[in-house]
Structure formats: structure tokens, C-alpha cells
């Protein structure tokens, strides 16, 4: 299985609201990452999950909260978004032992309004 | 810092001819470096990567690229262009453990 698999595919939530986003790989990799891309422009790095502990936060707002319950199972919680928020959101995994590349899921289009 | 630069940011090619699409990096050290596909609203899908070795890399859908140190570059290149190949291409560049930085992309669309 090399498959990363995120739900829900779209989201529409209201500022006030709760909402978690989820991720999912079976191929046994021990990083994980969540990113933001928004429309033409490339995937910008939020977090980076290796061995399960969070390794790399790029001074996301506080209104995102990651969690990686276990090795293959990452969750992006938000609330009290902002409509510029809206965007595709990314999950990826990597074997976790060095660099390599990344396998990305087919990401979670949310829309804040 | 490290950095990957995509000069272009869209190209128009007819179906079958060729294509090249150019990459630039900056990194002190032997890069590891990548390419990526991204169709509409989708997920990335790796095209190829060089790690080490023979600086022409295959990679899937008849994709290409050549790792060239003195020019600092990572060209993509594919022989014939098919329809299905309209699509955002980003190249990246490995640093640190677990880190990635993309270029901005280039959106390729492919003439009948």
C-alpha cells in the first residue's frame, strides 16, 4: 500500500466552528507533514511529525493544532479560522530516516466562511 | 539559504512536441532533488528524484531530468508531450532531515 489518504476531500466550516482534518498511511513511514497551498502557488510547510513527536512547527497560528494519535495517523484540529484559511490542505509521509521523498495524500479542500 | 528557483511560470507546447522545463537550486551541499506533478485540486505526485549517481535520472510517465552541478540545475525534460500531461510541475530540493522547499512551479498546458 503506498497510498496517503486524507479526510474529508472538502470542507466548508464557519468561523466559530470545530473541525479536525485527518491523514492516513500504511507504508510503515515515521514522518508526516502537513502542509498549506493555496491556489498557483506551491505547498508551504505548517508541521513536520518524525517518530510521532512534532519536529518542525513554521509559527503556525494557534488556531491549528496538529496531533499524531500513532505512526499512521496524523490529525490537523482547527478553530476559530479566518476565510484565509481557505486553501488545500497537504498530508504527506516519508520513511522518516534521512531525507527522501515525500508521498503526498490527495489533500482536503476547506473553505472558511 | 537553500532555494529552488522555476524561471518559468507557464509554458504553452504542442501535443507531441518536446519539453523542457528548467530548475535552479541553491544548496551548499550535494542536494537531493525532486520533481513533482500536481493536476487540479489534487495531490503531488512524484515524477522523479536524484539522491546520488548517474545524473540522468527516469523517472514515470516518460519523464526525465539531468542533475547538473556546475550550473546548479535540475532540468525536466520528456521527448514527446501528450494531452494528459497539462499540469503543475514543482521541483524541490531536500534539506535537513525531513524538510522540503518547492519552487514556485511551472503550470504547463499542452496545445492540440
Known amino acids: 500500500d503506498t497510498e496517503v489518504t486524507q479526510t474529508p476531500k472538502h470542507l466548508v466550516m464557519g468561523m466559530t466552528n470545530k473541525k479536525s482534518l485527518k491523514c492516513e498511511q500504511h507504508?510503515?513511514?515515521?514522518?508526516m507533514y502537513w502542509y498549506k497551498q493555496k491556489a498557483k502557488k506551491p505547498p508551504e510547510l505548517m508541521f513536520v511529525?518524525?517518530?510521532?513527536?512534532?519536529?518542525i512547527n513554521e509559527s503556525v497560528p494557534s488556531r491549528f493544532s496538529p496531533e499524531c494519535p500513532n505512526s499512521s495517523l496524523l490529525n490537523l484540529h482547527l478553530h476559530a479560522l479566518q476565510p484565509e484559511d481557505s486553501a488545500l490542505y497537504l498530508c504527506?509521509?516519508?520513511?522518516?530516516?534521512?531525507?527522501?521523498?515525500?508521498?503526498f495524500g490527495p489533500g482536503t479542500r476547506l473553505t472558511v466562511t | 539559504a537553500q532555494s529552488v528557483t522555476q524561471p518559468d511560470i507557464h509554458i504553452t507546447v504542442s501535443e507531441g512536441a518536446s519539453l523542457e522545463l528548467r530548475c535552479n537550486y541553491s544548496?551548499?551541499?550535494?542536494?537531493?532533488l525532486f520533481w513533482y506533478v500536481q493536476s487540479p485540486g489534487q495531490g503531488l505526485q512524484l515524477l522523479l528524484k536524484?539522491?546520488?549517481?548517474?545524473?540522468l535520472v527516469q523517472g514515470i510517465k516518460g519523464f526525465e531530468a539531468e542533475f547538473k552541478r556546475s550550473q546548479s540545475s535540475f532540468n525536466l525534460r520528456k521527448p514527446s508531450v501528450h494531452w494528459s500531461d497539462a499540469a503543475e510541475y514543482f521541483c524541490?530540493?531536500?534539506?535537513?532531515?525531513?524538510?522540503?522547499?518547492f519552487g514556485a512551479g511551472t503550470r504547463l498546458t499542452v496545445k492540440p
Open positions: 504527506a509521509s516519508a520513511p522518516g530516516v534521512g531525507l527522501s521523498e515525500q508521498y
Open positions: 507504508m510503515g513511514h515515521r514522518a
Open positions: 511529525y518524525s517518530y510521532e513527536k512534532l519536529s
Open positions: 544548496y551548499g551541499a550535494t542536494p537531493y
Open positions: 536524484y539522491f546520488s549517481g548517474d545524473t
Open positions: 524541490a530540493v531536500g534539506v535537513n532531515n525531513n524538510d522540503m522547499r
